[in-house]
Each structure stands twice: as structure tokens, then as C-alpha cells.
């Protein structure tokens, strides 16, 4: 069976980290999976340090006529069985260049809610308008949650035509990291951490004014904000407008996020919508303990109390309490984080993700 996976080749969050252990699950498994990203970056290069086999178009925009030419030329090169893909351009171009050379079977993973992945309004209504337009192109759909697969057939998708396959990580533990010497931060600290794209959706503006109300409790505490994006000269100004001075970090984007987030006393999120965060895996995978908002596919991973912690959206107080009980409560919090892994262990592993597509691919193929 020979898949082609594509991407635009920017990614650097969870899009990137789901592609990078699906391909080598795959392979394993025995079936030809490669990666074709329109132009090079972070996931490229880490792909081909996996051994994972790559090809780039070397296109960056999205009007160049190449792009279409290049992908059609490659799927008629190839031959392909499936066409994979994943993100709004790669949905779009990949779609309809599988179709026109007569690729089987095309189908696409939907990881999150495409009408929020922007920072513009714009970006947002024309990706998702576009998306929706070609959902008729591909044969199945694959949504990382089974909120996701709801908001799908709300939308008019037909039951037959939408699966869901829960996100996995391979099961590595990464080095312990020295955090309070890699940052220079007080040896007294409580050091948490948030991981993600500084974008409108992750709602990091609400972790800030909910860490001010932390800090009056624990003058003790500190938040490292690890990633990037369009919004993080705004969110360093309203750091330091709202007083929280040394309290909070932005260390940017990491290769080592994962060894930051397990060296941490706990890990926060506070999205305002999810598909099925990698990042949050990745803490139940390394027993952290874990303070969550209800929005998307979490509550499916994460039951209150029993693995971790929830709180409502959009609620900087519900926040707030349940990072100072995290950090007034080590052992209990714990004791969730142990709960967390065992959750990883028996439904988010890579290899569970990848047998259970496989599956997915087998039920299509039959169809056609």
C-alpha cells in the first residue's frame, strides 16, 4: 500500500508532532508511507532525520501555478494508492491534484476547526469556506476527536464518511532539563508551563490574567510560555502591563518543549476550542500534572479529577483556582498524573494511532 502524506511544510506545533509519528508507525506496519511538504521547514528536515522518505516541491505561495503542476506531476510519477492530507493548502491543492491524476483514494485528517486556526477573521472564513467546498474530493475524512466528528456531520458530512482516529505520540521520554538553571529563575520557584502557537484560539491572554491571580496566592510561582506566533509582542505587553514582571517567560519556539513541559510541576491550557491537542499527550505520556479548559476533544482524555484537572473556557478565575490547588496540592495532583499515563498508555500511543488509520484505509479501499 503506498500513501502519500502532504503538508504545506510549515508546521511547528501538533500538526508537525502527528505526522512524525503516524509515518514510522506505518512503516513498520508494512505499509509504503512517505511525506510530500510544498516547501521546506522544520517538518521536512525532521522527517528526513527520522529516515522518513520526503519530497519538496520548494513552493511557497499559494497562487503559483507550480504548486498544482508539481503536485499533479508527482502523484502521476508515483502512482500512489492513497493521498493523505493534512492543513488547509494541502487540503485544497492536494485534493484536487490526487483527483485529476486518478489517485484512488484520497482521504483527510481534520485536526481542528478550521473556521480557528487563524489569526485573521479572513484567513479563517476563507480556509474554512474552501475546505468545506472540497470536502466532495476526498473519499473520507479522519477527525482526531469525536467532537470534531460531530461538528462534521453538523455540517452535512454523512456518517459513512467521517472516522475518528485519536491522536498518538511515540512513547519516548525526553532528558530532564535543569529549568531553574536554563532560564535563571529563583531556586524557590514552582515553575508551570503552557505549549502552543501564540494565536487568538489558545487564549493565552487568559492564562496571563489568571497567573496574576496565581502569583497573589504563590508569589512562588512561574509560567514559561513555550512557542511563537503572531501574537507575542501583544501578550509580552500585556505581561508586563498587568504586572506580572518576572513571573512569566516567553522562551519561543523549542525542539526540547516536551523535556520543559516534563521538568515542570504542571502543565496549563487554556484554548478556547481543540481538536486533540499533541501537547497534551505528550503530558499525560510524561506524568504531568495537567490544568486543562473543557472546549473540544479534551474531555474525552481528560476526566476531572481523575487525571487531571478541567475548568470552563473563557474563565481566568476557574483557571486560576485550579493551578494554585495543583500547587498547594503535589500529591494529589500527582497521584492524576499517574492516572494520566496509564489513559496514555492504552489509547494514545503512536502505534495504536497508526493500526487504527490502517484500518481506516482498508475500510475505504474496500469501498472504491
Known sequence: ?????????????????????????????????????????????????????????????????????????????????????????????????????????????????????????????????????TWGLADGLIAVSCELQRALLRRGLKQTKV???????????????????????????DVLC???????????????TAMRKVVETNPNAILLIVGDGPLEQQLRETSVQIGLGAHVKFVGYRRDAKSIMESSVAFVMSSEMEGLPIVLLEALAGEVPIVATSVGGIPEVITTEENGLLVAPLNSGALAEAIVRVLARPLEAQERAVNGRKWFEEYATAEAMARKTLSVYIEWGDRQ
Request: aromatic content about 6%; glycine content about 10%; proline content about 5%.
Open 163 to 189: 472516522r475518528v482516529v485519536y491522536n498518538g505520540i511515540e512513547d519516548v521520554r525526553p532528558k530532564s532539563l535543569a529549568l531553574h538553571e536554563e532560564f535563571s529563575l529563583p531556586a524557590d520557584s
Open 1 to 133: 500500500m503506498k500513501i502519500v502524506h502532504v503538508n504545506g511544510g510549515g508546521e511547528t506545533g501538533g500538526g508537525k508532532s502527528h505526522l512524525l509519528a503516524l509515518l514510522p508507525q506505518l512503516r513498520r506496519l508494512g505499509a509504503d508511507a512517505s511525506l510530500l511538504c510544498f516547501s521546506a521547514g522544520l517538518l521536512s528536515q525532521e522527517a528526513q532525520e527520522q529516515g522518513i522518505p520526503t519530497h519538496t516541491l520548494h513552493v511557497s505561495s499559494m497562487l503559483s501555478p507550480r504548486l498544482m503542476v508539481g503536485l499533479y506531476q508527482y502523484f502521476k510519477t508515483l502512482g500512489p494508492d492513497i493521498v493523505h492530507t493534512h492543513g488547509g493548502r494541502a487540503n485544497l491543492y492536494g485534493r484536487l491534484a490526487a483527483k485529476l491524476a486518478g489517485v484512488p483514494l484520497v482521504i483527510t485528517t481534520v485536526h481542528s476547526h478550521t473556521d480557528l486556526d487563524y489569526t485573521s477573521p479572513w484567513q479563517n472564513m476563507w480556509f474554512s469556506t474552501v475546505d468545506r467546498a
Open 194 to 208: 503552557a505549549v502552543g502557537r501564540l494565536v487568538p484560539v489558545k487564549r493565552f491572554d487568559l492564562l496571563l
